[in-house]
């Protein structure tokens, strides 16, 4: 039983109820396997933190210490697994994030698969055993039930026959976002990290339109101001932006550039 004070009776996920209201999320990217970095980033604003376990070395141990800094902050703690299984999901979700994105996302199967991991039975596959996250969610009725009714499950689509397949992958119940990762999504065309090409931007017009039709959101990665509006302008709701170095980065180069200091031959970390 928790000691913590209880959530307030019928408390739902921030991320869900502005999906569902059409507005906006959006999240940073954790990639540095260190409490005190995601803490901080969950105070600046963003809607939710990616957690991202498929491209960095961020730990579970380090996600459990995040799940509890995080208590009381905007910030919605969210992971990326490095594989869409039911384990991944189980382990990700029992340390107690509130929505897991799950890669590669290519079949019905895999959808069905990602939406069943995230729920207990009978609507889903999830085991039984979240004494660690019920700790950080103390919800009045349960956790079971309340983890069935906020956890988010965002499908990654990164390949050229998940777009194929996408107004069936669309349709899965139990799926609440259909996120395009545009660099995979690339190499999968044959296009090698060009993720502007019109190849990719048809492949994101096509998932987009299945979103709309079968009342899921869509989602993509944006990095400055200006894509973020333009991708909410064509109707993408969850946003995932920059890693925490990136923003590290913009800020050195925004205090020493004036300065005549800035390291023009620095290349900025990568985002996943």
Known sequence: ????????????????????????????????????TAAQAAALGFDFLWIEMEHSPVSLDTLRAIVL???????????????NALWTAKRVLDAGVLGVIFPFTSTVGLAAQAADACRYPPLGQRGSGAGLAGFRWPAPEGYHDFADRNVVVVAMIEEASAVDQIDRIAATPGVDVLFVGPSDLSFSLGLRGDMSHPQVEAAMDRVLAAARENGKAAGRFVADPDGIQRALDR??????????????SAGARQLLAPLGRWQTGVKEPGTY
């Not at 507005?23 to 954790?30: K, Q």
């Not at 208590?71 to 969210?78: E, F, T």
Request: overall charge positive; proline content about 11%; cysteine-free.
């Open 235 to 248: 109707g993408f709701r969850f946003i995932q932006t920059g890693t925490e170095l990136n923003l590290m």
């Open 69 to 83: 800094a995080t208590r009381g902050l905007p910030a919605v703690p969210l992971a990326r697994v490095p594989v």
């Open 1 to 36: 039983m928790s000691s913590l004070p209880p959530l307030p009776a019928g408390w739902q996920n921030p991320i869900k109820t502005r999906l569902h209201a059409d507005e906006a999320v959006i999240g940073i990217t954790i990639t540095v396997n260190h409490v005190e």
